[in-house]
């Protein structure tokens, strides 16, 4: 993962990230999504079955007092007793069967990095899956941040980037409600 971070994260250090999302599966039958809000200096679960999962949590605050160890030497995670951790959530969306962990997972992951509330549920994992496979037919996951780095770091171009991702979420909101495709991606939105 130390190598992976050096290369592939906004510039290239973990701890100039506003969020880091850590998928989790537990015991090679359920996933979980734990992410690490670290303007906030808080870690959340986000499980669909609503389980508690503190030593996770705790495991994911020790990588990172670890890893701004090893990426600041000589200097501790600044205000670590400030650090809320939440092993449980009880107001995320939550599944009704045993099978839609992954698409609530990756659900979670979608809405949280867009900036959006929590606000699907079970009657929408149907549409949530065609719209990840829909995302990956098309190799573009569109998020806020990431859309942002990309036209503009990346690019290096400008772009209403509060109309794209408006654009983006009437779209879905109507995929999800209505059941249209959306249309072929132009610039990686749809």
């Known amino acids: 993962m130390k190598n992976w971070t050096k290369r592939n994260v906004y ?10 999302f850590f998928p989790c599966n537990i015991g ?3 996933w979980i ?3 690490s809000y670290l303007e906030e ?12 999962h503190g030593a996770r949590v705790i495991a994911i605050f020790n990588y990172l007092k670890d890893a701004y160890r090893a990426t600041y030497p000589g200097s501790e995670l600044p205000d670590q007793k400030t650090w809320r951790l939440y092993a449980t959530n009880n107001h995320c969306p939550g ?7 992954g698409v609530f997972v990756c659900m979670y992951a979608d809405y949280i990095a867009n900036g959006w509330p929590l606000i699907f549920n079970q009657t929408h994992i149907n549409r949530c899956r065609e719209r990840i496979a829909l995302g990956c037919m098309q190799n573009c996951a569109v998020t806020t941040i990431g859309c942002n780095i990309m036209l503009n770091e990346i690019w290096g171009m400008r772009y209403n980037i509060i109309f794209a991702v408006q654009n983006y979420r009437d779209k879905f909101l109507s995929f999800l409600e ?13």
């Open 41 to 52: 200096k808080s870690i959340q679960v986000f499980d669909s079955l609503f389980g508690s």
């Open 28 to 30: 090679g039958e359920h």
């Open 11 to 20: 510039k290239n250090s973990i701890f100039q990230c506003q969020a880091l």
């Open 178 to 190: 209505k059941g249209d495709l959306p249309e072929t991606k132009t610039m990686g939105f749809y």
């Open 95 to 101: 599944q009704t069967n045993f099978y839609d962990c």
């Open 33 to 35: 999504l734990i992410v």
